[in-house]
């Protein structure tokens, strides 16, 4: 029995032949193949790799630095759960926020970490940023100087550099 279907609103809201018979054939495949229904929404490395925002070959350094674990292959691809997406994202934003993979790989260790272990790593890595800044923040002040000193040398007609040694 064929059922028919009007659509009210936008003509945009009305799919197109192409979105239709592409359905259509989805849904055939899974008759015929039982798997594709279970494995289709879940992502391989490509998906998640763009999903994420790395490519591929991240995804696989980071598994065998052991930060990632490598799922078991299902009809010949692997599926990534939701879990590793969301710590890749995690990891992501710790190597943002200046953490190497080591002391990523450290956060995570083995076995949950307690909050206050976590949040002596992050203290710890706050402080070890603050101090770069201020390591930052008096070379350019000191090449901020360096730049006055040069132009007032080429304001007073001198060529020769302060800065810079003569050659012996």
Do not use: W
């Not at 890595?125 to 070379?139: G, S, V, Y």
């Not at 060529?159 to 003569?166: D, E, L, S």
Request: net charge positive; glycine share 8%.
């Amino acid at each position: 029995m064929v059922e028919a279907t009007f659509f009210v609103g936008t003509s945009n809201q009305i799919p197109n032949v192409k979105e239709l018979s592409r359905a259509l054939r989805e849904l055939a495949d899974d008759r015929e193949d039982p798997t594709r229904i279970m494995t289709r929404n879940k992502p391989t490395i490509g998906t998640i790799a763009r999903q994420v925002g790395v490519n591929v070959e991240t995804i696989r350094y980071y598994q065998r630095f052991g930060l990632l674990k490598e799922p078991s292959k299902s009809g010949g691809f692997r599926y990534y759960s939701e879990k590793a997406v969301k710590r890749l994202l995690f990891i992501r934003r710790l190597k943002k926020l200046g953490f190497t993979l080591r002391e990523i790989a450290g956060l995570f260790g083995v076995g949950p970490k307690g909050c206050s272990e976590v949040r002596a790593i992050l203290h710890n890595k706050r402080t070890e940023l603050l101090q770069e800044m201020e390591q930052i923040r008096t070379a350019t002040e000191e090449l901020k100087q360096m730049e006055i000193d040069c132009r007032e040398q080429l304001l007073q007609g001198v060529c020769a550099c302060p800065h810079v040694p003569k050659p012996d």
